[in-house]
């Protein structure tokens, strides 16, 4: 017996979760995977275009090609070539035959557009980082230390059970104790569930998930009007009517008046704002599954958790509404599930609880290791048995 008893020490000793002598708070994901997507994608690839966009300005000088007369010096080339960028304006007829203009300057500012887009888009990261990240670092401190601990007093309270049924002298006292315990849920540890059912009826993180996602898809949604709206009105014009009649060339009378000019980078702006367009279109579904997802509860987690003394919250069916803190807070404990070292050991208990019969009354992670350290969980019946024929042994004596 004595072996039996040394042996399930043993392995109850090694099912303890070690002790982390390092704070586990800089390990924290703050950033769901999906958004970490989302960021790299929507900031690093305006920059990328950008920064190619500049290299090409720095490798080719001037942006435009204008056909001067041959008759012009290189003074006036030089000049005309200038003035036509700076100005950016198109002379035509109208239907009428009068004179108009349209100015082409998204040529000139469109790889700065792409800066602001960055900016813009970085912006709801910034805003998660320094108003809603604090409190959910806490939170997952809190929660995933609670999650670990309360695992750990399980099977510190399985330790005790063992070494009480050892000194007991009287089994009968033991098992009344234990069934009162059970019954009156000594067992559970109440503190994280009330704290997680109290997140229910918050909302702060919730919020600041919905502004951060519906202010990408807002700036998604606009960067994409922005390029098909100048994609259709001016980025198919790669040349354009330059009045040069002004400065220098002011009182030159064998100058004309229009000349055209050819805008060198003009396939390279329609390769970016085209690639652009694409990936932020492509960005808005997965943006959107990041609102869509708070509408309903990851129950898988939950359930594992179930193991644990008083965290009843599917079997009593004490969630609401997934709008809430709690939702957010359970994405984020999926995200760090390498941090919880109790999951990895409560999944594989929950399934050898799902191959278990049904009168072993497996409900905790105490009822599971209990049984496995050689204890049954309900009152043998012998001791019922014999309780029962004592009782009818003295009734009989008192009758003689």
């Known amino acids: 017996m004595s072996i039996a008893n040394t042996a399930a020490e043993y392995m109850l000793s090694d099912a303890l979760l070690p002790d982390r002598k390092a704070s586990r708070s800089k390990g924290f994901r703050l950033e769901l995977h999906t958004d970490r997507v989302i960021k790299f994608v929507s900031v690093g690839l305006p920059l990328l275009l950008v920064s190619l966009a500049f290299a090409r300005e720095l490798s080719t000088g001037s942006q435009i090609s204008c056909f001067t007369p041959t008759n012009f010096t290189a003074k006036q080339t030089v000049y005309v070539d200038k003035y036509c960028w700076d100005s950016l304006l198109h002379h035509e007829f109208d239907a009428s035959g009068n004179p108009a203009e349209r100015s082409l300057w998204i040529h000139k500012v469109f790889p700065y557009s792409l800066l602001v887009l960055a900016v813009a888009m970085y912006l709801p990261t910034l805003i998660w980082r320094y108003i809603a990240a604090p409190s959910l670092n806490s939170d997952l401190l809190f929660i995933i230390d609670e999650l670990d601990k309360s695992y750990n007093r399980s099977i510190r309270l399985v330790q005790h059970i ?217 009152k043998p019946k012998l001791m019922d048995g014999a309780l029962d024929t004592a009782e009818s042994d003295g009734t009989h004596l008192e009758g003689i």
């Open 162 to 378: 063992m070494k009480i049924q050892q000194s007991c002298p009287d089994p009968q006292i033991f098992w009344d104790e234990f069934e009162k315990a059970r019954s009156e849920r000594y067992f559970e540890f109440p503190l994280l569930e009330r704290y997680l059912t109290c997140k229910q009826r918050t909302h702060y993180l919730v919020a600041c998930y919905f502004v951060r996602n519906l202010s990408l898809l807002l700036f998604t949604v606009v960067t994409c009007l922005y390029l098909g709206h100048f994609h259709m009105t001016i980025f198919y014009q790669d040349e354009f009517a330059c009045f040069i009649k002004t400065g220098l060339l002011k009182d030159e009378t064998e100058v004309p008046d229009l000349i055209n000019c050819k805008l060198v980078s003009l396939s390279i702006f329609q390769i970016i704002s085209i690639a652009t367009g694409v990936v932020y279109v492509l960005l808005a579904p997965v943006i959107i599954y990041n609102l869509v997802r708070l509408c309903t509860w990851d129950k898988r987690f939950l359930w594992v958790y179930e193991m644990l003394p008083a965290f009843d919250l599917l079997s009593k069916q004490m969630l609401g509404c997934p709008v809430n803190d709690l939702n957010i807070i359970l994405l984020f404990l999926r995200a760090n599930i390498s941090e919880l070292k109790s999951f990895s050991r409560l999944t594989v208990l929950c399934t050898l609880k799902d191959t278990a019969s049904a009168d072993q009354n497996i409900d905790t992670v105490v009822d599971f290791m209990t049984l496995l350290a050689g204890m049954d969980t309900t």
